[in-house]
Nanobody, 124 residues
Framework: QVQLVESGGGLVQAGGSLRLSCTAS????????MGWFRQAPGKEREFVAA????????YYADSVRGRFTISRDNAKNTVYLQMNSLKPEDTAVYYC?????????????????WGQGTQVTVSS
């Protein structure tokens, strides 16, 4: 059993910033890529960002590249998503997930454990 817990969501005005955190339980963080996905009302879950194990190789969706930064602190079993220059279209529930391998992936089926999600709302 792997447990992932997200935090840091909330309400922010357009142009503002938020930092999301995701902490994994036990020793399950080691050797796995980590990713962030989001789902807006009425839309499919979409890829946001991913980072390799132990770090350094990252991928971003075109919609967030240049504004969002994914990082990880392996000693703390934690992955972060720094979100800057937020737009109303970024409004969604954000989920962190553990990859099946050390390589970052952009599709949800390459991840095996998921957090419960944290709400991000960006007002205009």
């Amino acid at each position: 059993q792997v447990q992932l817990v997200e935090s840091g969501g909330g309400l922010v005005q357009a142009g503002g910033s938020l930092r999301l955190s995701c902490t994994a339980s036990g020793r399950t963080f080691s050797s796995y890529a980590m990713g962030w996905f989001r789902q807006a009302p009425g839309k499919e879950r979409e890829f946001v960002a991913a980072i390799s194990w132990p770090g350094g190789n990252t991928y971003y969706a075109d919609s967030v590249r240049g504004r969002f930064t994914i990082s990880r602190d392996n000693a703390k079993n934690t992955v972060y998503l720094q979100m800057n220059s937020l737009k109303p279209e970024d409004t969604a529930v954000y989920y962190c997930a553990r990859g099946r391998t050390p390589l970052p992936a952009t599709i949800a089926t390459r991840y095996d454990y998921w957090g419960q999600g944290t709400q991000v709302t960006v007002s205009s």
